[in-house]
């Protein structure tokens, strides 16, 4: 599990303490025992050391069961092949892209596969506020406006073999729609919310708690 900040000419690896807030909660003090337990008791009563004997019996049982860990992975709900956008990209070509694919979230990718950036439908309408309302004519107002004109770079991405549950946790704390899942710097696939809230319904045991 690995995290990477990745744009034009970088590709860093994100420190995990970097990446996620730190936890809110306090440890606990110890606590002083108000009453100890008396063992001769329990050793001469036959009946409660009966059960302490089949506790431990118990006990030691399920210690010995094989537990089989609920993890899912990036890999297991990235979208791939992505839906992608070259450098030389307009927004008109964007806002045609959005429209027809019903995506949000579009990576901006090299001809070589390496991710540089990621735009979304909401940064290029917002880039286009309050000139028409119309949208062939922003369109045509805009068609030469490249996409890494307004696109998010450098990018905040993760490895294929991320735990979905970080991924949760990564989109409420760093307030992102969309995490980019890359294999040596190429993009592999992208992750987003509903991505997330299906895996949850699939995998209705998967605990997103970390």
Known sequence: MTFFVQGLSIHEQMPFGRVFKKSAVKETDAVDAIHGLDETEHRNDPVKHGQQHDAAQAYQSIKHVPRIPNVVLAEHIMISPVVTLDPQATTSNALTLFRSSQLRHLPVVSSTGELIGIVSERDVLRHLAGITESYQQLAEAHKVKRVTDVMQSPVLTASGDTDVRYVARLFVEQRIG?????????????????????????????????
């Open 178 to 210: 969309a995490l980019p899942i890359v294999t040596e710097g190429v993009i592999a696939g992208i992750i987003t919310r509903s991505d997330v809230l299906k895996a949850v319904m699939r995998h209705f045991v998967l605990e997103l708690w970390v």
